[in-house]
């Protein structure tokens, strides 16, 4: 079993849907939750960043955090050709030094004009 | 955020030879670096860490002779693919983060070796 799961897609949605994104995880030492979007053949450009549960909104972006359900979502509201993009989650147990980031498969999403 | 910048963004060489491949963290000290390879329609695979003035910790199954990793400043990296051949073909990201923080990362390198 990998440590993070995430459905690679393809995920393709009409404009102004909501989209939802999700992950999995099976090790309870992660307390950080990030979410990266990457742009075809582009770096991985980080779009939220939570820690332990709840939830964290910014524009039309929310992250929310379930770890006792060791699951993370990602919510993007009125969703614009613009996002589409692959998304991956990524998490880790810290932040300092040489802390790995574990990152989900990535999901490819396609919002239709 | 901060900003990671990854040079060059293309290159393509010839098999046998070597490239470079440089990460500069442009407004933030970087204490760790990571070099990641990333297959098409893949997620990144971890190839190494870099802590500056130290030697990198590679990951299983990482050739540390054939991924050479300097990280000689506070905001350099390089990465350096010897002998390079047709398998190493693929896109390269580095990512870098402060002494506790999250990790930003460079535009990536995709490199085609003919």
């Known amino acids: 079993q990998k440590e993070v799961e995430q459905d690679p897609g393809p995920l393709s949605v009409p404009e102004g849907a909501i989209v939802s994104l999700n992950c999995t995880y099976s090790?309870?030492?992660?307390?950080?939750f990030m979410w990266y979007r990457q742009y075809s053949r582009k770096g991985p450009e980080l779009l939220m960043y939570?820690?332990?549960?709840g939830n964290k909104e910014d524009g039309r972006f929310t992250a929310q955090v379930d770890k006792s359900s060791k699951y993370i979502s990602l919510f993007i509201r009125d969703s614009q050709p613009s996002d589409s993009a692959t998304y991956l989650c990524a998490m880790s147990a810290g932040l300092g030094g040489a802390q790995k980031l574990v990152f989900g498969q990535g999901t490819r999403l396609t919002i239709n004009p | 955020g901060a900003v990671v910048s990854q040079h060059p963004s293309r290159v393509i060489c010839k098999s046998g030879t070597s490239v470079k491949i440089e990460c500069r963290s442009l407004d933030f000290q970087a204490t760790t670096m990571f070099w990641y390879r990333q297959f098409p329609k893949k997620s990144l695979m971890l190839m190494a860490t870099s802590n500056e003035g130290s030697k990198a910790t590679y990951e299983q199954g990482v050739e540390k002779d054939k991924f050479l990793i300097n990280h000689a400043s506070l905001t350099l990296s390089t990465l350096t693919v010897t002998s390079a051949h047709p398998e190493d073909s693929s896109f390269y990201i580095c990512?870098?983060?402060?002494?506790?923080?999250?990790?930003?990362f460079g535009q990536g390198t995709r490199l085609t070796v003919v």
């Open positions: 939570t820690y332990s549960s």
């Open positions: 990512s870098a983060r402060v002494q506790v923080g999250v990790a930003f």
């Open positions: 090790n309870s030492a992660f307390q950080y």
